[in-house]
């Protein structure tokens, strides 16, 4: 299996589950003004014609997850950029991550290893699981900057963990330590930083178990369940139950369940 080619990131896989690492600790696995960005949309795009794969875990390399924006670079394009060149910038630029992330196909784990600030941030809430070390922290700090999410991070965030909280998230800039975000809804879990990628794996491995049209199916009905009223997100539902329903894999399901023993899934 050919794997994309990525210049600032590693990407591995083992069984069903890719992990696609950030290379870049010497700025801080920043968004900006590295190839990390170009290198999550080309992992996305990879798991939509890869059928083997079924789960996608990002995490960092060095001491952060991702400190978002890269401030100098920033400095630089405020004194430079016109308003239309700004607009065009983002619109073409960080923006790719949500429209991306928003249309992975397979769940997405944040194994979030040090400090997720800004557009990393933004990063960590567009994915579907979250867990962090000891190490992590969060923070929605654009406004510190005299800026606000550029990358559509207010979407996301108001999804994690509600539109009052995000909105005193996104006024205050403060940041967040772990067990804070376990409690407010930023993390599903915190472990030790040694544990972190293990625990990440052990998640990813019982999504990994299960039917891979299943899950991807799954995956699909709850994102557009954000934005869908009821009666439209019933007929989506109708319509991923039947095709289900004549896969192989739903007849092994079937067939493991009665003969009490684990499925043998093909994505079929």
């Known amino acids: 299996m050919n794997l994309p080619a990525l210049k600032d990131s590693e990407l ?36 939509h014609a890869t059928p083997e794969v079924s789960v996608l875990i990002l995490t960092g390399a060095g001491a952060a997850f991702s400190a978002g924006g890269n401030i100098k670079a920033m400095r630089e394009r405020a004194m430079t950029f016109s308003v239309a060149e700004m607009e065009q910038y983002y619109r073409h630029g960080v923006q790719r991550i949500p429209r991306a992330m928003a249309a992975a196909d397979v769940p997405v784990i944040a194994a979030v290893n040090g400090p997720a600030l800004g557009a990393g941030f933004d990063l960590v809430n567009m994915c579907d699981i979250r867990i962090g070390s000891a190490n992590a922290q969060f923070g929605e700090t654009f406004i510190n900057l005299g800026l606000m999410a550029g990358d559509g991070g207010g979407w996301f ?17 403060r940041v967040v330590k772990p067990e804070e975000a376990r409690a407010i809804g930023i993390l599903l879990e915190v472990t030790e930083p040694a544990r972190l990628l293990a625990r990440a794996r052990e998640i990813a491995a019982q999504i990994a178990a299960r039917p891979p049209l299943a899950v991807r199916y799954a995956k699909r009905a709850l994102r557009l369940a954000q934005t869908q009223a009821l009666p439209e997100h019933l007929d989506a539902c109708a319509s991923f139950q039947a095709a289900l329903q004549k896969t192989e894999d739903h007849l092994e399901a079937l067939a493991a369940f009665f003969e009490k023993r684990s499925g043998v899934f093909k994505g079929k």
Not at 14 to 23: E, I, M, P, Q, S
Not at 24 to 36: K, P, Q, Y
Not at 157 to 173: C, K, Y
């Open 12 to 47: 591995a896989l083992d069984g069903r589950v890719a992990v696609l690492t950030f290379k870049r600790d010497d700025m801080r696995n920043a968004l900006t003004g590295t190839a990390i960005a170009d290198d999550i949309c080309a992992t996305i795009e990879w798991t």
């Open 157 to 173: 965030l108001q999804r994690a963990v509600g539109a009052q909280r995000a909105a005193e998230l996104s006024f205050t800039g």
